[in-house]
């Protein structure tokens, strides 16, 4: 009976002892996995929507993996990137804004990316959103955008999947 407060004690702080052990068996500080800054700042400001890997489920929100790079097929496209209101007006330095677009044009757009484009850069990110789209209709903005890039690049012609399901979603 002496021995029963102790062992329900040790019992009670089982969970933390073997949260300790845990802890001591993770890597250390140094050796944990960090995210880049700049795929920090496209997580917290667009993963939610586009997906941590660029990849959304395109019915609602245009897929950037595998495909994003097709805009720059045109000087339009190039530009209908950047200009988007979520672009243009996401809360960071144009520095990081054209970190960020480089990554997401070129390392999620992949093999979309035409040959010899060449990143963004910052000055070129800073005249663009300050020029941010006012069109009534985004979608058929981007459709028309679109239609340019697949007449320049035919290989883009999946670009159009995005208005195929939003057509299929909304009846129009
Ligand atoms: C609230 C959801 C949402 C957020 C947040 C968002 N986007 Fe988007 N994004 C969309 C939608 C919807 C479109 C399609 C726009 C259209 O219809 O023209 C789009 C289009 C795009 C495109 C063009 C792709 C295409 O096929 O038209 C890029 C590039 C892009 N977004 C990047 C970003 C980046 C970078 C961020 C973060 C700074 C961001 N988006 C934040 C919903 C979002």
């Given amino acids: 009976m002496r021995h029963r407060f102790p062992i329900l004690f040790l019992v009670a702080l089982l969970p933390v002892l073997v949260m300790l052990g845990l802890a001591r068996a993770a ?12 795929q920090g700042h496209y997580l917290m400001g667009c993963g939610g ?25 045109t000087p339009q496209g190039r530009d209908y990137l950047v200009r988007l209101p979520n672009v243009a007006f996401a809360n960071l330095s144009s520095e990081d804004l054209a970190r960020m677009m480089n ?44 239609r340019a ?17 939003q057509a299929a979603r909304t009846g129009q």
């Fill in 27 to 38: 890597p250390t500080a140094g050796a944990l996995p960090v995210i880049p800054a700049v």
């Fill in 49 to 73: 929507c586009h997906g941590v890997q660029g990849r959304s489920g395109r019915e609602v929100v245009p897929d950037l993996a595998g495909q994003v790079g097709y805009f720059l097929c």
């Fill in 103 to 146: 990554f997401v044009v070129f390392t999620f757009g992949g093999a979309s990316v035409p040959a010899n484009s060449r990143p963004y850069t910052t000055a070129e990110i800073a005249t663009l959103r300050a020029d941010p789209l006012r069109v009534a209709d985004l979608h058929l903005y981007r459709q028309q955008v679109v």
């Fill in 149 to 165: 890039v697949v007449q320049a690049c035919p290989r883009a012609a999946g670009l159009h999947g995005y208005d195929v399901a």
